[in-house]
């Protein structure tokens, strides 16, 4: 939400002022690359931490699914805000503070003041869980960042850890998967199988299709470098070639295409590209 204002004239009328999104597709969502949907789910859990330590106190969201939110750019964002409660609920004992699910259920605990403690955070974040995490983050998990995803995934389907220790785990993803490091145990000299061609594109590509692809037509991902770029073409059997240019993700890392062969190459600045040697008699030079 941008802004609000009440009209005087009209007798308690409020206009709200809304960003435009797009409807949240899950069946789309899931055919995004990991990042991409990694991305929704930390936006949503900023949220949730933003939610739990808002000025109002902690606030539930009480209808959570994912009509209530809206696409802006790759970002998820809240569009219902008027399914929410400030404030945790009331309770006289422990048993009142119960939290039901279809699947589960948790208690919070009635604090001596007599509300249930942590019960909206606790509501928001099993929400999180079972109508956004479960279908977007396990599936196609970079192999160095799997223990921790296995961590969020665990943790929260048990509600074993706080939104602030969820929103640090997931920072400590996005910096493992930003920096690099965890190509520290690759076999990175692989690098030098291919001969480097700066300022040079290709032309009359053959393309191949790869999984989770960011284009539909060929097969172009995320990489750290082109050492990590090297490692995938390499377990690729078609791939004799790749190349880099300044695209980047909302990460910071840089798109790779990869392609079975090309024609020609052609002048590019932005571009450079990597041609595997022991396949590179294959390709049309
Ligand atoms: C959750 O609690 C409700 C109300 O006490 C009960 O009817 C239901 O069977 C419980 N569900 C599970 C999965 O334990
Ligand atoms: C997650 O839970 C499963 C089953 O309880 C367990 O086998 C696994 O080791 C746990 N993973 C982590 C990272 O805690
Ligand atoms: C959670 O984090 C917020 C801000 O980052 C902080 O104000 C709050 O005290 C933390 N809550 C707990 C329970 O540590
Ligand atoms: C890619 O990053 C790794 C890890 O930081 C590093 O060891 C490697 O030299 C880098 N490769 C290139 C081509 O810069």
């Not at 073409?233 to 300044?246: A, E």
């Not at 295409?257 to 390709?283: E, N």
Request: aromatic share 10%; glycine share 6%.
């Amino acid at each position: 939400m941008r802004g609000q204002c009440q009209d005087s004239a009209l007798a308690g009328g409020v206009m709200a002022v809304l960003e435009q999104g797009t409807p949240v597709q899950m069946i789309q969502l899931l055919q995004r690359p990991w990042e991409e949907r990694f991305r929704v789910c930390l936006g949503l859990v900023r949220l949730l931490h933003y939610l739990s330590n808002s000025p109002l106190g902690s606030v539930a969201l009480l209808d959570f699914q994912p009509r209530q939110f809206v696409m802006v750019s790759g970002e998820l964002k809240l569009t219902d805000l008027d399914d929410a409660n400030a404030g945790e609920p009331a309770c006289q004992a422990h048993s009142d503070c119960l939290l039901c699910f279809p699947l589960r259920n948790f208690t919070a605990l009635c604090s001596p003041h007599g509300v249930c403690e942590g019960l909206n955070e606790m509501r928001n974040l099993y929400n999180a869980y079972r109508y956004f995490f479960i279908y977007l983050l396990p599936h196609q998990t970079p192999a160095a960042l799997k223990p921790l995803v296995d961590q969020i995934m665990n943790a929260t389907g048990e509600l074993k850890q706080s939104i602030n220790k969820t929103l640090e785990v997931f920072e400590d993803i996005l910096h493992v998967y930003k920096s690099g490091m965890y190509l520290r145990n690759m076999p990175i000299s692989i690098i030098k199988d291919y001969a480097v061609l700066k300022g040079i594109g290709t032309a009359g590509n053959m393309e191949y299709k790869c999984w989770l692809s960011y284009s539909h037509q060929g097969c172009v991902l995320s990489v750290y470098n082109a050492t990590e770029a090297a490692l995938i073409c390499n377990s690729h059997p078609q791939c004799t070639s790749f190349s880099v240019s300044g695209q980047k993700t909302w990460t910071g890392r840089l798109l790779a295409s990869f392609r079975s062969g090309f024609s020609h190459l052609v002048p590019d600045v932005s571009s450079t590209v990597y041609v595997r040697r022991s396949k590179a008699s294959a390709a049309v030079l």
